[in-house]
């Protein structure tokens, strides 16, 4: 029998290291069960958090597509531009980092987006209030896509750790262990088929040595 490309060798030391291995093996698995367990929970609440904030951001996002083609259609697209670059802002993001069984999850805080009419840069009583909905609804939606831009990378990064953690365990769970206890299986097969014969060769030397003896004693009489 083969492992591989080189003939397995049925001795005890090999005998040893193939228990060894599996033992190796079993090990890793846990541990890699483990590891999946741990990603697992922190999945499933990334997910229930983005699923939730992901639906409200697409329904206002619907609104302010409606929203901002009113608003250009009465108001000018010259209008709406120049408001935008006067009510431009700058957004601080404070990015933290947690480690899950050796996997990076990353967490953000950002400066609140929304802000009220007198702080945006422009006269709320020169502007219409189609421009002051658009310009409340754009920054409401930035600052729902902030909140959910760390939870759509950890959703991934978890999401292809899981998948890799998956193949790793299908390999050692049907193909890795099964065929190290075959190995074993067919080590300790040989071994104890060796023990049998040497048992065997053994009492026939002894049978050999009792007729010689047997022998020498009747040529002595």
Known sequence: MAGGSEPIKATRDELLRTRYDIRLARDGKNILEKKKEAL??????MVRQYKGKREALLDN??????TLALTRARDGSVTVRSLALATSQDVAL???KDNVMGTKIFGMKHTALRRDMLSRGYNPASTSSRIEAVAETTEGLLDDMLAIAHLEHNIKTVGKEMGALNRKINALEE???P?????????????????????????????VKGRK?????????
């Open 213 to 221: 003896a047997e022998e020498e004693a009747a040529a002595a009489k």
């Open 175 to 177: 193909t890795i262990i």
């Open 61 to 66: 996002l619907v609104y302010l597509k409606t």
């Open 179 to 207: 065929n190290l206890r075959k190995k074993l299986r067919f080590i300790q097969d040989a071994l104890e088929q060796n023990e049998r014969e040497e048992l065997f060769r053994l009492k026939m030397v002894k049978r």
């Open 94 to 96: 404070d990015i933290s």
């Open 40 to 45: 697992l929970g922190r999945f499933l609440n």
